[in-house]
Structure formats: structure tokens, C-alpha cells
Nanobody, 115 residues
Framework: QVQLVESGGGLVQAGGSLRLSCAAS????????MGWFRQAPGKEREVVAT????????DYADSVKGRFTISRENAKNTVYLQMNSLKPEDTAVYYC????????WGQGTQVTVSS
């Protein structure tokens, strides 16, 4: 069973940057098409970005295109989300999972962007 642990969140001013990490244990992530998701208060969880097994294909929600970058290091069993030019509307709890959300959710990491 894969366990996912997200980290790297925090409080940042608008325009700032954060780098989130998603570390997996229990099984290699290299066979999974991975994604980052987020859930803001009172809203449904939404997909932010996805990345293919090899990392050669990435996709982004329109709201984060040009600002966020997803990457992965299969040797470290870790997926990253570099977030630049953060906006208050990016405030949410961020989670990683495989694209089909078949893995157990981790606890997420809180990102708060102040205006």
C-alpha cells in the first residue's frame, strides 16, 4: 500500500513562491501517472497538474498555467510542484495522488496566500 506525504506548504504573500513535495513509501511511484490536487474551503477538490510516468508529458489547469510546474524524481519516489506568482485564490490544501485518484489520500499541505 502506497503512503503519500505532502510537505512544503506555508503562508506566503501574493506574488511569492513555494515548492511542494510529495514523498511516497510502500511502493514505487514510477508506474503511476501522478497529479497534484487542491481543495479550497467550501469547494470540491480539483486537479491542478498531472505528469506522466517518465515526466515527458505534463498538463495543467488553466488557472495555474504558466505559474506552476510539476516534476518528478522517480529515483527518490517524489513528485514536486513549483508554484510561482502565487495568488490569494491559490489558497487551499494541496494533495498528490495518481491521476485516477486510486491511492490513499495523504494529509495534504496547507498553502495560504495573503493579498
Amino acid at each position: 500500500q502506497v503512503q503519500l506525504v505532502e510537505s512544503g506548504g506555508g503562508l506566503v504573500q501574493a506574488g511569492g513562491s513555494l515548492r511542494l513535495s510529495c514523498a511516497a513509501s510502500g511502493r514505487t511511484l514510477s508506474s503511476y501517472f501522478m497529479g497534484w490536487f487542491r481543495q479550497a474551503p467550501g469547494k470540491e477538490r480539483e486537479v491542478v497538474a498531472t505528469i506522466s510516468w517518465s515526466g515527458d508529458r505534463t498538463d495543467y489547469a488553466d488557472s495555474v498555467k504558466g505559474r506552476f510546474t510539476i516534476s518528478r524524481e522517480n529515483a527518490k519516489n517524489t513528485v514536486y510542484l513549483q508554484m510561482n506568482s502565487l495568488k490569494p485564490e491559490d489558497t487551499a490544501v494541496y494533495y498528490c495522488n495518481d491521476k485516477g485518484t486510486t491511492l490513499n489520500w495523504g494529509q495534504g499541505t496547507q498553502v495560504t496566500v495573503s493579498s
